[in-house]
């Protein structure tokens, strides 16, 4: 049994809602909500669980990861197909590269504790927050727009003819992007890519309507 701790909107969550659909997995999905009561991800039957209070959280064969990109890899390689990863080193590294860029680069700073604090701690206003979230987005799109025309690998995704873990990584940014309300319409290779992804069932039925917990 594959248990996921997930939240609706968890930009992490979808990520590996994403991997266990393109492995065809069957899991338990464990809502984990965010925002209500202060959030059960600080309650202590969670923390429990993960120390660190955050979602997403694997359970598989009597063991616990957290971290998205890590959980991914591991499903990579518990579960070898279809791969993740492409089958040579430099490959490898250039997907590792590309879904770090909008893993580690973008996403923290975007998050909704981040958020949270530039509220509660500096005051800042709706405007003042999407300006912030703005900034972060074109920054690292931009980066990444750039290095998805000078180093194409062929195939319609982020690295080839199959989508791998970097397209798991941008598909929920350029959500993200959208739900602020941020232009990335000058982005025209990663539009292409985040269109070629949602075309596949996977990447649907992960999408945050389609979770059971969404609002």
């Given at each position: 049994m594959i248990r996921l701790h997930s939240y609706w909107r968890s930009t992490a969550a979808y990520r590996v809602r994403i991997a266990l659909n393109l492995k065809n997995l069957d899991y338990e999905l464990m809502p984990v909500h965010l925002v209500r009561d202060g959030g059960e991800q600080h309650k202590p039957?969670?923390?429990?669980?993960?120390?660190?209070?955050?979602?997403p959280l694997?359970?598989?064969?009597?063991?616990?990861?957290?971290?998205?990109?890590a959980i991914v890899e591991y499903l990579d390689e518990v579960f070898k197909e279809p791969p993740l990863l492409p089958d040579d080193a430099h490959g490898r590294a250039r997907v590792r590269s590309l879904a770090q860029l909008v893993a580690c680069d973008i996403h923290p700073l975007n998050n909704l504790s981040v958020l949270a604090y530039l509220k509660g701690e500096f005051g800042a206003d709706k405007d003042q927050v999407g300006e912030w979230y703005g900034h972060w987005i074109e920054q690292g799109f931009t980066a990444l727009e750039q290095r998805?025309?000078?180093e194409d690998a062929g195939g319609e995704f982020c690295h080839g003819a199959r989508p791998g873990i970097a397209d798991l990584c941008l598909v929920p940014q350029v959500y993200n992007a959208r739900r602020f309300n941020i232009d990335i319409g000058s982005y025209h290779r990663i539009l292409e890519i985040d269109s070629a992804c949602m075309a596949l069932p996977a990447f649907q039925r992960a999408a945050p309507e389609r979770q059971p917990d969404a609002e």
């Open positions: 039957a969670f923390r429990g669980l993960n120390p660190q209070g955050r979602v694997l359970e598989h064969d009597g063991t616990r990861i957290s971290q998205s990109l998805l025309n000078s």
